[in-house]
């Protein structure tokens, strides 16, 4: 039905309807953006409403557990040299949200979406996409997610046979695992800096071995494929082996790795790698992630990092000791109730940097700190924090909830 020009039904024009009007009700009221709301009305009024508003686009599929979100910002940006886009820019990644995305935009060619790791196998059923971006899998909200190895296999039954263009991480084996059971792969090698959920082989359980950038299982073969796309320090390197530079505002090596995942995305869809990676010079932040924000006379950098591999990434981006850190850590539904992650992250890596800690669990957060051997202060609110900071710039790094309450408290 891909040429059909209005693919909706009166029941799917009535559901988008009911679906705008209660996500504006929301809005009005002062309780977020509404989006989720919105789709879940659209979608208990036509639970086809997905896939009939899937129809008339170019559909590329977003998921990992981190960098989804910029990673799917990035593609958007590269995309609309080719047409225009719709997306799910700010996050909602889950059926209702995703709904409503697609629902807001009927001039759009190109679909570009961000989707929760547990919902990718649902959403890729009902939305046919045409590409399907892997970026990694680790450990995240140990309460709601599923182990990771039983995300990996849930991806690898949801995508088997699927006519998608998998782009995958050659350098995360349990993403490779997960892809392999798809007929059309290419292979993007991003690189892979937190490896404390890939020790073990997820096809027979074996040790994984882990020569230089390498990686097989010593006991059933399974091993690393032969990447045809490649981030090489600035630049990212194409299947011909022509070298791109990466022209970014955003920082640190996991947003390269997502520019060169985007890259390759870009170019099943005929946007050369040149074009692709100037276009996402654009994307300055992602939600309020990266941003820089003056608050109380300081600069503050707002970071989000939501697990243990989000954490060990920012950390190698933030400015030297001793640049004053504040870490703000909560547990309320939207980032798990379990904070046991917190004894995973290597918080020695901060060491020389004076800290202050503030958020609802402020107190696991120190207790794991002084385990570390680290010197902080616990703080009652961010104003309090920042106050015991010296004029200048200030690294704020917090995990989902908090991340918001910081963004409401600065006015971002």
């Known amino acids: 039905m891909a040429g059909n020009s209005d693919p909706l039904t009166p029941r799917a024009k009535i559901a988008v309807t009911a679906g705008k009007a209660v996500a504006a009700a929301s809005r009005a009221a002062g309780r977020g953006s509404g989006s989720v709301i919105g789709g879940r009305v659209a979608l208990k009024l036509d639970p086809d409403l997905l896939a009939r508003l899937a129809q008339n686009l170019d559909v590329v599929l977003v998921s990992a557990t981190n960098g989804k979100t910029t990673t799917t910002r990035l593609i958007a940006e590269a995309l609309r040299a080719a047409g225009p886009v719709v997306s799910n820019a700010l996050g909602a990644n889950m059926p209702a949200g995703i709904t409503s995305a697609l629902a807001g935009s009927s001039e759009a060619r190109y679909g570009v979406i961000e989707v929760d790791e547990k919902y990718l196998a649902g959403v890729a059923r009902d939305t046919d996409p045409k590409c399907i971006a892997l970026l990694n899998l680790s450990r995240d909200q140990l309460d709601r997610a599923a182990e990771t190895r039983m995300l990996a296999e849930n991806w690898r039954e949801g995508l088997a046979g699927s006519k998608a263009v998998i782009i995958a991480n050659a350098d995360d084996p349990l993403v490779v695992w997960a892809a392999s059971s798809s007929p059309n792969v290419i292979w993007v090698a991003a690189g892979q800096m937190w490896k404390d959920d890939a020790w073990s082989c997820p096809s027979c359980g074996g040790v994984m071995q882990r020569p230089g950038d390498d990686w097989f299982c010593g006991e059933c073969?399974?091993?690393?494929?032969?990447?045809?796309?490649?981030?090489?320090?600035?630049?990212?390197?194409?299947?011909?082996?022509?070298?791109?530079?990466?022209?970014?505002?955003?920082?640190?090596?996991?947003?390269?790795?997502?520019?060169?995942?985007?890259?390759?995305?870009?170019?099943?869809?005929?946007?050369?790698?040149?074009?692709?990676?100037?276009?996402?010079?654009?994307?300055?932040?992602?939600?309020?992630?990266?941003?820089?924000?003056?608050?109380?006379?300081?600069?503050?950098?707002?970071?989000?990092?939501?697990?243990?591999?989000?954490?060990?990434?920012?950390?190698?981006?933030?400015?030297?000791?001793?640049?004053?850190?504040?870490?703000?850590?909560?547990?309320?539904?939207?980032?798990?109730?379990?904070?046991?992650?917190?004894?995973?992250?290597?918080?020695?890596?901060?060491?020389?940097?004076?800290?202050?800690?503030v958020g609802d669990r402020k107190l696991d957060l120190a207790v794991r700190l002084e385990v570390a051997n680290q010197h902080f202060h616990v703080c009652e609110n961010l104003d309090q924090a920042v106050q015991m900071c010296p004029p200048g710039r200030i690294e704020v790094i917090a995990n989902y909830t908090a991340f918001q309450d910081l963004r409401r408290r600065v006015g971002n």
């Open 221 to 357: 073969g399974f091993r690393r494929p032969t990447p045809s796309w490649a981030l090489s320090g600035d630049h990212v390197l194409d299947p011909h082996g022509s070298a791109w530079p990466i022209h970014l505002q955003l920082p640190g090596r996991a947003n390269k790795a997502n520019a060169a995942s985007s890259a390759a995305v870009a170019a099943v869809f005929g946007v050369p790698p040149q074009v692709a990676l100037e276009r996402m010079y654009q994307v300055q932040a992602v939600a309020g992630r990266y941003d820089v924000v003056q608050f109380q006379e300081r600069d503050l950098r707002l970071l989000l990092a939501k697990n243990p591999a989000g954490w060990l990434e920012t950390f190698s981006l933030i400015d030297p000791p001793p640049t004053p850190v504040i870490l703000s850590v909560n547990a309320r539904g939207a980032d798990g109730t379990d904070t046991s992650w917190l004894w995973d992250v290597d918080y020695t890596r901060l060491t020389g940097h004076p800290i202050c800690v």
